[in-house]
């Protein structure tokens, strides 16, 4: 009885991950311009309204002279730092195993 009350169970939230996935390719276009207009009709803070206008007001940009050509960089090998060979590296979040933990 158990294993049938989990098999309802995941059938069950299959079932309702299967209805929210229809339901957005259904309906996605609708649920996003709703969204957009609850979002636009909110009030916005006022440092966010001094923003936007600022961003309305800019000038055009004029066109950038020609660069200069920059010499080619010159890639230089790099020796990768040896590690000791005795001690391996560990992660400070993983636990060490010693050998005194094998020993009977």
Known sequence: MKTVNTIVKILSALAAVAGVVYIIATYGEQITAWA???????????????DA????????????????????????????????????VVAPHEPVAEEADFAE
């Open 36 to 50: 957009k207009k609850t979002l636009a009709s909110l009030p916005k803070c006022p440092c966010c309204e001094d």
């Open 53 to 88: 206008d600022e961003e309305v007001q800019e000038t055009p940009v004029e066109a950038a002279p020609a660069a200069e050509e920059e010499p080619a960089a010159v890639e230089v090998p790099v020796e990768a730092p040896a590690a000791p060979a005795e001690e391996p």
